[in-house]
């Protein structure tokens, strides 16, 4: 591999070299046997983008307006969990990242930094990814708290009833905090930077959701996490009490099924995010790009269409925007980026990775806005 970064492969590549197996494994792996994890990858790669030949595109703007902001790119850091785990502070870094870039940042329920934290750090700037679990107070504080904190975009996970079996997190007995195991000091031990700076910054906790916690001495499975904040009670009823009770931005995310996305719209979300976990929950489930297309088609402009999983270029970012999405999200890639090159060039790189990638192929299918790109420049056999 070369020194330098030059795609998000190159970063990945070198995170893995960098992080425990255990940590990467967590980053990397999906449910189950991983079969909607590779479904992702390779229905994208089938999606073929037609050049449009003999277009002045002199003057490029990869600018998109979204929910009344006007971002510089039409894509943003999605909301991780536990993403301390791999460097310590990598929830600040990805979203100052984002804020330095003019992209949106999100920050999971199971995020290792609280929301307090990254309000202080982002004013005005962050959104807030909210797993509704079993205690409708809890729900409620975690609005109040967002609210408090001036977020103004909140995006309601709706594909996690039950944790997803991550069969790679089972057999590493990956748990938070991290227990000194045998297998884990041997894992750890052959990744001694790792080590040193998890010891120096400190071991990450689940900050958001800390205070929920009654017996701090628990140290649930890394698969079982969601089991505190998901429920199978969840149903649409719950959803509009959301609704009610939030008065900013709502964005319904992890919806495939067409009928859901126009449910989202008619009990009042601005949005959706058409999304299968990114591989992590039902391994049977099809490709989020698969379902892009028909949820567009089933909601027309009723509201903003949002994408995630599976997205690692610019190619992927337009293959999204012309199936239909107003905006992508991107997850793994991120976490890679900070393992690959630290908390301060990581996700600068990727970022400048994802736009020059993403302008060069707008110039090659003829588009000067991200505005322009469209259904027709995709290509069907």
Same mark, same amino acid.
């Given at each position: 591999?070369?020194?330098?970064?030059?795609?998000?492969?190159?970063?990945?590549?070198?995170?893995?070299?960098?992080?425990?197996?255990?940590?990467?494994?967590? *980053?990397?792996?999906? @449910?189950?046997?991983?079969?909607?994890?590779?479904?992702?990858?390779?229905?994208?790669? &089938?999606?073929?983008?037609?050049?449009?030949?003999?277009?002045?595109?002199?003057?490029?703007?990869?600018?998109?307006?979204?929910?009344?902001?006007?971002?510089?790119?039409?894509? $943003?850091?999605?909301?991780?969990?536990?993403?301390?785990?791999?460097?310590?502070?990598?929830?600040? @870094?990805?979203?100052?990242?984002?804020?330095?870039?003019?992209?949106?940042?999100?920050?999971?329920?199971?995020?290792?930094?609280?929301?307090?934290?990254?309000?202080?750090?982002?004013?005005? !700037?962050?959104?807030?990814?909210?797993?509704?679990?079993?205690?409708?107070? /809890?729900?409620?504080?975690?609005? &109040?708290?967002?609210?408090?904190?001036?977020?103004?975009?909140?995006?309601?996970?709706?594909? *996690?009833?039950?944790?997803?079996?991550?069969?790679?997190? +089972?057999?590493?007995? +990956?748990?938070?905090? +991290?227990?000194?195991?045998?297998?884990?000091?041997?894992?750890?031990?052959?990744?001694?930077?790792?080590?040193?700076?998890?010891?120096?910054?400190?071991?990450?906790?689940?900050?958001?959701? &800390?205070?929920?916690?009654?017996?701090?001495?628990?140290?649930? !499975?890394?698969?079982?996490?969601?089991?505190?904040?998901?429920?199978?009670?969840?149903?649409?009823?719950?959803?509009?009490?959301?609704?009610?009770?939030?008065? $900013?931005?709502?964005?319904?995310?992890?919806?495939?099924?067409?009928?859901?996305?126009?449910?989202?719209?008619?009990?009042?979300?601005?949005?959706?995010?058409?999304?299968? !976990?990114?591989?992590?929950?039902?391994?049977?489930?099809?490709?989020?790009?698969?379902?892009?297309?028909?949820?567009?088609?089933?909601?027309?402009?009723?509201?903003? *269409?949002?994408?995630?999983?599976?997205?690692?270029?610019?190619?992927?970012?337009?293959?999204?925007?012309?199936?239909?999405?107003?905006?992508?999200? /991107?997850?793994?890639?991120?976490?890679?980026?900070?393992?690959?090159?630290?908390?301060?060039? $990581?996700?600068?790189? +990727?970022?400048?990775?994802?736009?020059?990638?993403?302008?060069?192929?707008?110039? !090659?299918?003829?588009?000067?806005?991200?505005?322009?790109?469209?259904?027709?420049?995709?290509?069907?056999?």
């Amino acid at each position: 591999m070369p020194a330098a970064c030059h795609t998000s492969e190159h970063l990945r590549a070198k995170a893995k070299r960098f992080l425990p197996r255990m940590v990467f494994d967590y *980053v990397e792996g999906g @449910a189950g046997g991983e079969d909607t994890l590779g479904r992702n990858r390779r229905a994208l790669d &089938a999606v073929r983008l037609l050049p449009e030949a003999l277009n002045n595109c002199t003057s490029c703007t990869m600018q998109r307006t979204l929910f009344g902001v006007t971002y510089a790119a039409p894509f $943003g850091v999605a909301p991780v969990g536990l993403a301390n785990l791999v460097r310590a502070g990598t929830d600040e @870094a990805l979203a100052r990242a984002a804020w330095k870039a003019q992209i949106p940042y999100a920050l999971s329920t199971a995020g290792t930094t609280s929301i307090e934290t990254i309000a202080k750090a982002v004013p005005g !700037h962050a959104w807030f990814q909210l797993y509704v679990g079993e205690d409708p107070a /809890i729900t409620d504080d975690l609005i &109040a708290r967002a609210e408090r904190a001036g977020i103004t975009v909140l995006l309601v996970t709706v594909d *996690v009833p039950a944790p997803g079996k991550r069969v790679r997190d +089972l057999v590493n007995g +990956l748990t938070l905090p +991290l227990r000194p195991s045998p297998a884990v000091i041997a894992d750890t031990a052959f990744r001694p930077r790792w080590l040193l700076q998890m010891l120096t910054g400190g071991v990450p906790k689940l900050e958001t959701i &800390a205070p929920y916690f009654k017996d701090e001495r628990e140290k649930p !499975h890394a698969s079982q996490i969601a089991r505190r904040v998901s429920s199978p009670r969840f149903d649409w009823a719950e959803l509009e009490r959301i609704r009610k009770r939030w008065r $900013g931005t709502l964005v319904v995310k992890g919806v495939l099924n067409p009928a859901d996305a126009v449910r989202a719209a008619d009990l009042g979300a601005e949005g959706v995010v058409v999304s299968n !976990h990114g591989g992590r929950q039902l391994d049977a489930a099809p490709a989020s790009i698969e379902m892009l297309p028909r949820v567009r088609d089933a909601v027309g402009d009723r509201l903003k *269409v949002l994408f995630d999983s599976g997205v690692r270029s610019g190619d992927d970012i337009a293959r999204a925007l012309a199936l239909g999405a107003d905006f992508v999200l /991107i997850g793994r890639p991120f976490l890679y980026s900070i393992a690959a090159l630290g908390a301060e060039r $990581g996700p600068e790189r +990727l970022i400048g990775i994802l736009s020059a990638e993403l302008e060069n192929t707008m110039i !090659h299918m003829g588009c000067s806005a991200v505005d322009q790109i469209a259904r027709s420049h995709i290509w069907s056999a």
